[in-house]
């Protein structure tokens, strides 16, 4: 296959490279391109395909974590972005006529509980208290997106939670909040599960096809549960090789779909028609 080098912008959405962009979620979720989430859990062509069509879900954790997000990088938006779900449950006419309104009214912003606004505000001040977090998000610009072409042809998104450049370097910074624990053992088990390094190498190669700099990527981990402690850090080489030693043949293969072949999303293909040999795990 014949490889190009890696282009920045999104000419068929008319977006320039270099430019970081001020995209809504729902619009940037919608648009048409790969991405690190898209691509998450990989099993084949077919299942990808199947992601690709779903509509984008309104999910209790996404909305915390949008939230959250608010709260700690853009908190003079909180109100705008973020709504307050009724107090009263949902039986009843009048109860789920209040539903229906307060659902009718913000459909475009988050929605979570009132006791879950005092948790995050309590996150946000274990952050801000913790020097080594508050260095990086001192000063910056949150939730910028960036569009790129890879080697392969392959078309690529990424919405980057705070941008900030420090010592001469430019850091993306981003937000997990985590159950698991933000202690280090816990949260690179955490990082493992997400796959949270294949962020980390698309996200360093989006910017580098957009900037020609390939930019620090550094984690920022709260605990969602008291004490809500914090901390930072950054992935070592090898958990970046290892990202791209996961991603690169999942872009082998799609590249061989929809740039080589030119197939529609509807024949692409799902597990190899093959008999396979297989072995219990050990604990079983």
Known sequence: MQTVKLIGGAPEFGYPAGVLLDIPEAQYHALPRLSKSLISGYKTPKHLALEMEKPHERKDAFDQGSAFHVMMLEPYLFDEKVAILPSCSRQGAANQATHAKFEAENIDKAWIKAEYRERVNLMRESVLSNPE?????????????????????????????????????????????????????????????????????????????????????????????????????????????????????????????????KLERKFWPGYPAVTNTISVPSWA
């Open 133 to 261: 977090c508050a260095k990086y998000l001192a000063r910056g610009r949150a939730e910028k997106a960036l569009f790129w072409t890879d080697q392969y042809g392959l078309l690529w998104k990424m919405r980057m939670d705070w941008l900030t450049e420090l010592g001469g370097e430019f850091c993306i910074v981003d937000l997990k909040k985590t159950r698991a624990g933000a202690d280090p053992k816990e949260f690179a088990k955490t990082v493992g599960n997400f796959q949270y390094h294949w962020q980390a190498y698309l996200y360093r190669e989006g910017f580098f096809a957009n900037f020609g700099i390939r930019p620090r990527f550094i984690f920022i981990a709260v605990e969602d549960e008291a004490p809500f402690c914090s901390a930072v850090y950054e992935l070592d080489e090898s958990s970046l090789l290892k990202a791209a030693a996961d991603i690169e043949p999942i872009r082998a293969e799609l590249a061989e779909l929809i740039v080589t072949q």
